[in-house]
């Protein structure tokens, strides 16, 4: 009985907690759509949200297309390694590992500085005190947020793309000796624009949902230093989570037909 | 005539926890009431009811006639418009300077431009007694006691006709508590606002109060003028404005044992 009394409140608080994140989301759509728009504050999340994670993506991509190009030579026919090597690197890093490696960097960055900014805000009651001046915190503080890493993170993943490429190149050239011009133009050949296209379709999900759990997990936190602290957590690993679990679906979606 | 706040019959409980059971309390415009009450007894959640902050589970609160419980926030747009808040432990966005924290709903709501702004966060500023030179700093760089008048500067510098102060004088030296204490009256007085004070310091409480409300388990159990307090004989009022460990009321949470020679624990 206290089996299946367990059970029940776990799934009774699942539903109330995924009722509770669809209502903020509508909150926050809602709140997008209607003036006034913080294009101030939505300008300066871009430089917090975009412009400071250039490094962490660029690193992150760099090392993956080079370790990639390895295992690719190693692993596969060094026959006709040049071939296969700049083809795998390319389709590799723009379809999945540019937007999804760079998504869960920028939402261990980023969701988790969302909840620590938003919920040290909800328990000094400066969310509370927002509302008191007539200003909605969905959209002051949620929906800039949003839109800001919406907007970033597909540029943010272009550039992972580029810098990924280059890291297997580097390799490719460097360690196995690969002609360069062939390399470059190999690369060139191969890839398709659908196939940088569905990448930063991706990227653009993923920038959603990493603002999306930061936000709530910090406007949702309660209980101090330690709440927030919670909440932070779960925003990075609800984040990480649900981008590998958008990612999966959307890569059945756009490469299944 | 209308009550400006109109609570009736207000229950708020937080799980097991009963806050408040059963709230009457009616405050005419001009009036400046001040709710004492023992810590944790439910005041700041009767104000942030009030407000709209909290939902009732219960009850009804009218301001300027109209039922606010159970309105959502952009039906009482006009009513947030009219009303100030100070929070117990002042709220100020630690993102933005003083200035514009104090100017917040100019800027946001009336898109008051930075001059404007400047000059507005500046008067008010020198009405809680600060000056210009704090305009550009940060929330996270002032004392406590400067950071709960900013709070206050905040809460009054749009002259709304609605204004609550949630333990204005707390940590503030006797002097500024003085003028404090002149500031709420003048807003009452000048500006006709009406206001809600809550505040543990009885000389606050002589300073500022038209009427005077006792909030006891969840429930305003004594209210009156002044001169009804001072002359009261009610035990609980004693008790509360005499300051002793004696008495009627309950002291949540702990037995009181304050005989001299009880065992050191
Ligand atoms: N959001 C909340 N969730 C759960 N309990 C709460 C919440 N807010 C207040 N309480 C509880 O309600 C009770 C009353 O709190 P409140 O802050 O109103 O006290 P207060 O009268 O303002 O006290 P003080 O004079 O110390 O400020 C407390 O026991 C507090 O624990
Ligand atoms: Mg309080």
């Known amino acids: ?257 | 005539m209308t009550a400006k706040i109109a609570l009736s019959d207000v229950h708020k409980s937080f799980g097991p926890k009963d806050v408040l059971r059963g709230v009457n309390l009616e405050v005419e415009t001009g009036q400046s009431i001040v709710v004492i009450g023992g810590s944790g007894s439910g005041k700041s959640v009767m104000l942030k009811s009030i407000l709209g902050l909290l939902t009732p589970d219960k009850g009804s609160i009218k301001i300027d006639g109209r039922e606010t419980v159970g309105l959502a926030r952009r039906g009482r747009a006009d009513i947030d418009h009219q009303i100030g808040m100070l929070f117990q432990n002042g709220a100020l966005f630690d993102s933005l300077p003083v200035w514009k924290n104090v100017a917040f709903r100019a800027i946001q709501n009336d898109g008051m431009d930075e001059a404007g702004a400047r000059d507005l966060a500046v008067d008010a500023l020198k009405q809680v007694e600060l000056g210009p030179e704090l305009l550009d700093l940060s929330p996270a760089s002032l004392s406590g006691g400067m950071h709960k008048r900013v709070g206050l500067a905040r809460a009054i510098a749009s002259k709304p006709e609605i204004i609550f102060f949630d333990e204005p004088t707390t940590g503030l030296d006797p002097i500024m508590t003085d003028v404090i204490n002149h500031l709420i009256r003048d807003c009452v007085q000048e500006l006709g606002a009406t206001t809600m004070t809550i505040t543990h310091d009885m000389t606050s409480v002589r300073a500022i109060a038209d009427k005077t409300a006792l909030l006891y388990k969840g429930e305003i159990i004594w209210q009156g003028s002044t001169e009804a307090l001072e002359a009261s004989d009610d035990p609980f009022l004693n008790q509360f404005i005499n300051g002793l460990a004696h008495g009627p009321i309950e002291v949540e949470g702990q037995q009181l044992d304050t005989t001299p020679n009880a065992e050191a624990v």
Not at chain 1, 15 to 27: D, I, K, N, P
Not at chain 1, 55 to 71: D, W
Not at chain 1, 83 to 99: D, M
Not at chain 1, 140 to 166: E, K, N, S, W
């Open chain 1, 1 to 257: 009985m206290t089996f299946l009394a367990t059970i029940g409140a776990f799934f009774l608080a699942f539903f109330a907690q995924t009722g509770r994140l669809s209502v903020f989301v509508g909150q926050t759509l809602a709140a997008m759509l209607r003036p006034p728009i913080y294009f101030r504050i939505i300008g300066q999340q871009i430089i917090r949200i975009g412009y400071f994670s250039l490094p962490v993506v660029a690193l992150t991509s760099f090392f993956t297309g080079g370790a990639l190009a390895i295992q690719i030579y190693y692993g596969g026919n060094q026959f006709n390694s040049e071939a296969i090597v700049s083809s795998i690197v390319a389709l590799g890093i723009t379809r999945e590992l540019g937007p999804v490696l760079g998504g869960l960097m920028v939402a261990g960055r980023v969701s988790a500085a969302i909840a620590a900014e938003i919920g040290t805000m909800r328990v000094t009651e400066q969310i509370d005190a927002l509302t008191t001046l007539s200003t909605d915190p969905h959209k002051y503080l949620v929906a800039p947020r949003v839109i800001a890493a919406t907007l970033c993170m597909p540029i943010l993943a272009l550039i992972a793309d580029i810098i990924g490429i280059f890291g297997g190149f580097v390799v490719g050239t460097q360690s196995f000796g690969f002609n360069a011009a062939i390399y470059v133009q190999r690369t060139i050949n191969f890839l398709t624009v659908d196939d940088v296209t569905s990448g930063l379709i991706k990227a653009a999900v993923f920038g959603f949902i990493i603002a999306m759990m930061g936000c709530y997990n910090g406007y949702y936190s309660k209980g101090g230093a330690q709440g927030v602290g919670r909440a932070t957590t779960n925003a990075v690993v609800s984040a990480s989570i649900l981008i590998l679990a958008a990612n999966y679906l959307m890569t059945s979606l756009l490469f299944s037909s």
